[in-house]
T-cell receptor, first 119, second 109 residues
């Protein structure tokens, strides 16, 4: 149980375009989803927290107009990187937590990540 | 002071040995602690969580928590080359996790 998927796994785009990344919890309802970014050889950086049906809470320094997050259902959250630039190239990872089965809502389970390259 | 601190390593151990990974945290009120493993180029994978003082064992892994000293550790028995990865310690803060920078573990055959 507690499987999280992400799509696409890898995307290459031109500078100025927008990219949408999907995060799905496959076997549990995710009351909260999290979006992280990780640059090479660095630790995870939390970008934002989203709860189903409400606006995302962004971490300090993260531009909410550039990184649009939608959490429309208990199993799906999307991150859209708008007007992407080369410096947005990174590994984007979502995670989800929820209450189901043995989960107590404390554990976060990560998706496989999306590697974004902006040319 | 960082909220969660880990030695970056690399920690090198021979195959079959016990690997000991340590983590300290600054918020004395923290209640929930997690260990994740991250292979290069992959996302983190939850190994264990621990909420109570003492030891928690799961297969070759043992998590140890000492709230008075504000440290949590992960022991890996009978280390295998496949255990070579970065190990991330995380502490729950509200509904978020605060991650340490990770310790690189290398198990040499």
């Amino acid at each position: 149980g507690a499987v999280v998927s992400q799509h696409p796994s890898r995307v290459i785009c031109k500078s100025g375009t927008s990219v949408k990344i999907e995060c799905r919890s496959l076997d549990f309802q995710a009351t909260t989803m999290f979006w992280y970014r990780q640059f090479p050889k660095q630790s995870l950086m939390l970008m934002a927290t989203s709860n189903e049906g409400s606006k995302a809470t962004y971490e300090q320094g993260v531009e909410k107009d550039k990184f649009l997050i939608n959490h429309a259902s208990l199993t799906l959250s999307t991150l859209t990187v708008t007007s992407a630039h080369p410096e947005d190239s990174s590994f984007y990872i979502c995670s989800a937590s929820g209450l189901a089965g043995g989960l107590r809502g404390n554990e976060q389970f990560f998706g496989p990540g999306t590697r974004l390259t902006v040319l | 002071q960082k909220e969660v601190e880990q030695n970056s390593g690399p920690l090198s151990v021979p195959e079959g040995a016990i690997a000991s990974l340590n983590c300290t945290y600054s918020d004395r009120g923290s209640q929930s602690f997690f260990w994740y493993r991250q292979y290069s180029g992959k996302s983190p994978e939850l190994i264990m969580f621990i909420y109570s003082n003492g030891d928690k064992e799961d297969g070759r892994f043992t998590a140890q928590l000492n709230k008075a000293s504000q440290y949590v550790s992960l022991l890996i028995r009978d280390s295998q080359p496949s255990d070579s990865a970065t190990y991330l310690c995380a502490v729950r803060k509200g509904n978020k996790l605060v991650f340490g920078a990770g310790t690189i573990l290398r198990v040499k055959s």
